[in-house]
């Protein structure tokens, strides 16, 4: 069974890290996050800061998307598998709002992440431990 914890890329190799107050960011796939910037899902997979620990363990710090002036936790959502890998779904979720059905994705253009409203190839991820 997969541990959902260590490095998120996008189908095109950007990498998800975490900046200052948990907040998600998108880098180049060159990137070398240090230890204490990597991800894991937690026992209710919600994306969170790795603190080493697997699943249900420990209480990590859920991870914050800032997007159009609204704060969002993600969600991970097992959604696929190719070429020997799981696909997974960034569901971004306003703190105590219902599942939204959008994805997190990467407009590769801008450099940015974007919230769609379907599960496209930008929307795709793998974890990479």
């Not at 002036?69 to 703190?95: F, H, K, M, Q």
């Amino acid at each position: 069974m997969p541990s959902h914890s260590g490095l998120f890329t996008s189908f095109t190799g950007r990498v998800l890290a975490i900046e200052d107050e948990n907040r998600l960011s998108l880098h180049s796939n060159d990137y070398q996050p240090s230890p204490g910037n990597k991800l894991r899902a937690n026992g209710e997979f919600w994306l969170c800061r790795d603190d080493g620990l697997i699943g249900k363990f420990g209480n990590p710090d859920k991870v914050v998307f800032l997007y159009d002036n609204c704060v969002y936790n993600i969600w991970v959502e097992t959604r696929g598998y190719s070429d020997g890998a799981l696909e997974y779904g960034l569901i971004p979720i306003v703190p105590g709002g219902d599942y939204s059905n959008r994805f997190l994705a990467v407009n590769d253009q801008t450099g940015q992440l974007e919230i769609a409203s379907e599960w496209k190839q930008e929307a795709k991820f793998r974890c990479v431990e």
